[in-house]
């Protein structure tokens, strides 16, 4: 059965450091692995995806993940957090998602 | 582009009382889902249909109904609603073809009292 597991249910970082959120899955086949994020009040917004190919994928607004089927992992990495970054993350495996991870950025 | 459209935005119903939470696409999707999200257990799917005509269960079916109304509409329905269906209801619908990237509405916040 398809599961998602993100371990961290609150994550605090500073301003201008680095970020990385985890993702752990359990999926039978070749898995299409999602992230999302939710700000306050709002909807989910698709952040990146990876089908195949380069286990390394860009998204939007500067974060970036990879893909290690060794670990089944699909971790979220962003170089410098933003106080705008402040939201909550969910990761995907086709439709079935994590508890999500919420993150505050301190100034 | 409206993409995926929800509504009401908000509800307060009394325990035992009906209603039926609209969602409507226009990318002409033929998947669409009903996910509810509670604090710390992220978005737990309610129904699915695959296709227009057809409603799947997801993980927590119980005290809902789901119609699929057309290729643009899918509904959801509380028969008789229960403190417990308090939460924030979001629809969702897929682009056809193998790769399954979803779009959100902007979710329905309900409160059963």
Known sequence: ?107 | NAGVTQTPKFQVLKTGQSMTLQCAQDMNHNSMYWYRQDPGMGLRLIYYSASEGTTDKGEVPNGYNVSRLNKREFSLRLESAAPSQTSVYFCASRKPGGRPEAFFGQGTRLTVV
Not at chain 1, 1 to 7: G, L
Not at chain 1, 44 to 68: C, H, N, P, R
Not at chain 1, 76 to 102: I, Q
Request: with cysteine; proline share 5%.
């Open chain 1, 1 to 107: 059965a398809q599961s998602v597991t993100q371990p961290d249910i609150h994550i605090t970082v500073s301003e201008g450091a680095s970020l990385e959120l985890r993702c752990n899955y359990s999926y039978g086949a070749t898995p299409y692995l999602f992230w999302y994020v939710q700000s306050p009040g709002q909807g989910l917004q698709l952040l990146l995806k990876y089908f195949s190919g380069d286990t390394l994928v860009q998204g939007i607004k500067g974060f970036e993940a990879e893909f290690k089927r060794s670990q089944s992992s699909f971790n979220l990495r962003k170089p410098s957090v933003h106080w705008s970054d402040a939201a909550e993350y969910f990761c995907a495996v086709y439709m079935r998602f994590g508890a999500g991870t919420r993150l505050t950025v301190k100034p």
